[in-house]
């Protein structure tokens, strides 16, 4: 019995390292100081990596368990902005709660600029190569990647879970409300987008990115708007949000025509997606919500995004929250 142990750890003890050779094979970037190199999540804050075999990538997701889980346990997905900074973006989320409030799986997965480099791999969801000619198949998305970490922390915790929350922020928001719109049967209960610089409209006559037209290259897969107009969905403005935004925000030439500034392009968005389910007689489950807030506090380093928007998101999952600062 002895010798059988002996050589079951030995065999563990091997592919813990084999795992590990391959992390830092994948990825130049040292998450030790994170513990960011293990496969399993414990109780309290940490951080896991996903492995996405078929790609041969790994995905540091920052997260929070709760001590205890049941049936009232939800999970909700933090996307962050083009830093691609997860742990702040986790770390907001808890600041807002008391462990006690806490009922929840916090889960702010990092896109690795060298795995997903750049606007195409993680704004647009990595649908398509840099050049937006080639479709990739679906399961190469970064939406789908989503999907995939929620199965696997599923299984991990033994949870008994349909669905799921989803929030982003600026680049993420731009990657939260493009998953509503290309990936429809996700399972997501409800998605918050806060504060994007830029948007998709639903659009067959606009050009992709800013719309569903598709010019050069393989085509968009089809939209099915009756499905994606029935995810709810809520976009957050910031009132304060009404500086024009630098030319660094402009990735394409459709994205100055959505507005001057970030509250314009959301202002711009959400009265075309309305005026596309009027036309479809569509019922639409999205709204849009203004609040007194900025894209980042002011004067921080480094900066951060205003904590109002994470309250507000919070409060759209989580009605029944006390003492949540929103307005």
Same mark, same amino acid.
Request: with cysteine.
């Given at each position: 019995?002895?010798?059988?142990?002996?050589?079951?750890?030995?065999?563990?003890?091997?592919?813990?390292?084999?795992?590990? *050779?391959?992390?830092?094979?994948?990825?130049?970037?040292?998450?030790?100081?994170?513990?960011?190199?293990?496969?399993?999540?414990?109780?309290?804050?940490?951080?896991?990596?996903?492995?996405?075999?078929?790609?041969?990538?790994?995905?540091?997701?920052?997260?929070?368990?709760?001590?205890?889980?049941?049936?009232?346990?939800?999970?909700?997905?933090?996307?962050?902005?083009?830093?691609?900074?997860?742990?702040?973006?986790?770390?907001?989320?808890?600041?807002?709660?008391?462990?006690?409030?806490?009922?929840?799986?916090?889960?702010?997965?990092?896109?690795?600029?060298?795995?997903?480099?750049?606007?195409?791999?993680?704004?647009?969801?990595?649908?398509?190569?840099?050049?937006?000619?080639?479709?990739?198949?679906?399961?190469?998305?970064?939406?789908?990647?989503?999907?995939?970490?929620?199965?696997?922390?599923?299984?991990?915790?033994?949870?008994?879970?349909?669905?799921?929350?989803?929030?982003?922020?600026?680049?993420?928001?731009?990657?939260?409300?493009?998953?509503?719109?290309?990936?429809?049967?996700?399972?997501?209960?409800?998605?918050?987008?806060?504060? *994007?610089?830029?948007?998709?409209?639903?659009?067959?006559?606009?050009?992709?990115?800013?719309?569903?037209?598709?010019?050069?290259?393989?085509?968009?897969?089809?939209?099915?708007?009756?499905?994606?107009?029935?995810?709810?969905?809520?976009?957050?403005?910031?009132?304060?949000?009404?500086?024009?935004?630098?030319?660094?925000?402009?990735?394409?030439?459709?994205?100055?025509?959505?507005?001057?500034?970030?509250?314009?392009?959301?202002?711009?968005?959400?009265?075309?997606?309305?005026?596309?389910?009027?036309?479809?007689?569509?019922?639409?489950?999205?709204?849009?919500?203004?609040?007194?807030? *900025?894209?980042?506090?002011?004067?921080?380093?480094?900066?951060?995004?205003?904590?109002?928007?994470?309250?507000?998101?919070?409060?759209?999952?989580?009605?029944?929250?006390?003492?949540?600062?929103?307005?």
């Amino acid at each position: 019995m002895k010798r059988f142990v002996a050589i079951a750890t030995s065999i563990f003890v091997f592919f813990c390292f084999v795992h590990l *050779a391959q992390i830092s094979q994948a990825d130049s970037q040292n998450f030790e100081q994170d513990n960011c190199h293990s496969i399993l999540l414990t109780k309290g804050e940490g951080c896991f990596i996903y492995q996405v075999k078929e790609r041969k990538i790994f995905i540091p997701v920052y997260y929070y368990l709760p001590n205890k889980l049941n049936s009232n346990t939800q999970i909700v997905f933090a996307m962050s902005g083009e830093k691609r900074n997860a742990r702040d973006y986790r770390n907001d989320w808890r600041k807002i709660y008391t462990d006690s409030q806490l009922n929840l799986i916090l889960l702010a997965p990092q896109f690795q600029q060298n795995d997903f480099p750049g606007y195409v791999s993680y704004n647009l969801g990595n649908m398509f190569t840099k050049s937006l000619k080639r479709l990739k198949s679906q399961n190469q998305w970064a939406f789908s990647d989503i999907e995939n970490i929620f199965d696997f922390v599923k299984k991990s915790e033994k949870i008994q879970l349909s669905t799921y929350y989803i929030y982003g922020h600026s680049a993420g928001a731009q990657f939260v409300h493009r998953m509503v719109i290309f990936m429809p049967h996700a399972r997501i209960r409800k998605a918050v987008a806060a504060e *994007a610089g830029s948007y998709t409209i639903p659009d067959q006559y606009m050009e992709y990115p800013c719309g569903l037209r598709k010019q050069t290259g393989n085509q968009l897969p089809p939209v099915e708007l009756k499905t994606v107009f029935s995810t709810p969905m809520t976009i957050i403005l910031g009132t304060k949000d009404n500086k024009p935004l630098s030319d660094e925000h402009d990735t394409y030439s459709c994205d100055a025509k959505q507005g001057s500034n970030r509250l314009n392009r959301g202002e711009y968005f959400y009265t075309q997606v309305k005026r596309i389910a009027s036309s479809r007689k569509e019922n639409l489950s999205w709204t849009v919500k203004q609040v007194t807030a *900025a894209h980042i506090v002011a004067h921080t380093n480094p900066p951060i995004e205003d904590p109002m928007l994470v309250s507000c998101a919070a409060l759209e999952f989580f009605p029944n929250l006390k003492d949540i600062n929103c307005n």
